[in-house]
């Protein structure tokens, strides 16, 4: 298929995040190693990324290096920095990992807001933040047969059929072109805004994000005919299309 | 390059191994070259529906294992000229089946006919796959209710995905439909599927329907393919579905509830 011998894809991978507040490399050490030893299965050799985008002062090539090989002698695998991007160093060029685009996502402080108490030198925080990339639509054109199943990491297109006795399954929306026997559920992985859209509804269960009906009270909303269904609060909608 | 045909349901008791007789030797009276594989390793029926049981010294898997000859093992039918059935062995079970075995057979047998007819025993296990494996068109039996219809469905998922043909990605297996024992009266009182209700649900070509009738069990019961019997709406419901199955346009009868003439009504028939 390939002639190359190999293929570029997209991939989600959960890192860790150390968010440097103050630079003291002993307390980073001290403090990080101690995190380390309660959960040392967690951290071994788990991808982390180093912020210093949080940092009041600068910091110097030599004690960013310093850093870098300190985290990696713990065990961990350093995978990337990331900077406030207003406030790249001048040796931004001269680091020898990847650095990253700032992060969107939210930090949790995990440390005690005490204003009395002197706050820690230095503040470990862990953000498992994960980067999501857009998962590629799964589209089917043959019938699917009872005791089939067909799961889509994300959206699932069927321009045909979905039997009784089989199921559909996506992350994210399903859209059955023909008529939906079957069971669909959309948002297995817990997205309450997927929907399923259907041309016949004849389902026997469908599901949103864990939310389920059955065909007995599908029947009393819509029945044959086209319909779509979402989740608002909570609740599973069938709205005629 | 003979033509694979499974004949094939899921359910069991729906008429495989009638269906298999009848449309085996309807094709063999139109001058083709015809054998039909009993795969129904352990349950051996064709034979007794063909009638030709007494005959039976080498079977299948016999020749799988190289203990016979195929013409050793072939029995040629007394009543239809280029008709041949291969036995199933009744001593067996279906883990005689080998891929590399069966794929052997298929190969020399595809060197003399011009179709191959293999009856798949029930259910979707080994013994099923196995007779739908190399098949090049399959011919789905249903009866007009609804286990019937679910278990045909999951059939075809399984002609689709673990045939041969779909796992070497090649133009996929030809689907036909035949719904067999139906019964015009018990549809229009609502008691049984149409014919429009089951291709809604299966979305596979028409074949044939074949009306429930007595001219069935009473063929089985003397070892003649009811497609001999002309006089039967049976037999006639079968021709047809030959006649289709070679590409001939034949309007479907036998679908309307009969009405009762006024003799037959005086006399309660």
């Known amino acids: ?241 | 390059m003979a033509k694979i045909i499974v004949v094939t349901s899921g359910k069991g008791g729906v008429g495989k191994t009638t269906s298999s007789a009848a449309i085996g030797t309807g094709i063999a009276l139109k001058g083709h070259k015809t054998v039909i594989i009993d795969f129904d390793v352990g349950l051996r029926n064709l034979d007794l529906i063909m009638g030709c049981e007494r005959r039976v010294v080498y079977d299948f898997v016999n020749v799988i294992n190289k203990e016979a000859t195929l013409s050793q093992a072939l029995i040629k039918d007394k009543r239809t000229k280029d008709l041949f059935i291969l036995p199933a062995s009744q001593t067996r079970d279906k883990d005689a089946l080998t891929v590399e075995g069966v794929q052997g057979v298929l190969e020399e047998l595809a060197k003399e006919f011009e179709y191959i007819i293999c009856d798949s025993p029930a259910g979707i296990e080994k013994g099923a796959q196995m007779a739908l494996y190399f098949a090049d068109a399959a011919i789905v039996v249903t009866n007009p209710e609804v286990s019937s219809v679910r278990d045909s469905d999951r059939i075809l998922g399984i002609l689709q995905s673990k045939s041969k043909r779909a796992e070497e990605g090649r133009e996929p297996i030809e689907e036909h439909l035949l719904l067999t024992r139906y019964h015009p009266g018990r549809v229009a009182l609502g008691e049984m599927l149409s014919v429009s209700d089951v291709e809604d649900i299966l979305a596979i070509p028409l074949l044939g329907v074949i009306p429930e009738s007595e001219a069935v069990l009473k063929a089985s019961n003397q070892g003649t393919p009811v497609i001999l019997d002309t006089e039967s709406e049976a037999g006639l419901a079968y021709m047809d579905a030959v006649d289709r199955l070679m590409g001939e346009e034949r309007p479907l009868r036998f679908l309307e509830v009969q009405k009762k003439g006024f003799i037959k009504r005086l006399l309660g028939g």
């Open chain 1, 1 to 241: 298929m390939t002639d190359s011998g190999f293929r570029l894809k997209g991939s989600v991978v959960t890192t860790i995040l150390l968010e440097i507040q103050t630079f003291s490399l002993d307390d980073i050490v001290f403090h990080l190693k101690e995190k380390i030893d309660q959960v040392p299965h967690f951290f071994n050799q788990a991808p982390i990324i180093i912020d210093i985008s949080k940092m009041k002062r600068g910091i110097t090539i030599d004690e960013f290096e310093l850093l870098i090989q300190s985290v990696s002698a713990l065990g961990l695998g350093v995978i990337g920095w990331r900077c406030d991007p207003e406030a790249l160093p001048v040796w931004k060029a001269s680091v020898t990992i990847p650095l990253l685009p700032a992060s969107k996502a939210r930090s949790i402080n995990t440390s005690p807001v005490d204003k009395e108490n002197a706050s820690p030198d230095v503040v470990v925080k862990t953000v498992v933040e994960e980067r999501l990339v857009p998962q590629a639509t799964k589209v089917i054109t043959k019938p699917i047969r009872s005791g089939q199943q067909v799961y889509a990491e994300g959206d699932l297109i069927i321009l045909n059929q979905v039997s009784a006795g089989a199921e559909v399954l996506a992350d994210g929306n399903i859209h059955v072109y023909g008529a939906l026997r079957g069971r669909a559920l959309a948002g297995v992985k817990g997205d309450v805004d997927a929907r399923i859209f259907c041309r016949s509804m004849e389902a026997e269960l469908v599901s949103i994000a864990g939310n389920f009906m059955l065909s007995d009270a599908l029947r009393n909303i819509v029945w044959k005919d086209s319909a779509q269904v979402l989740l608002v609060d909570d609740s599973l909608e069938i709205v005629p299309l």
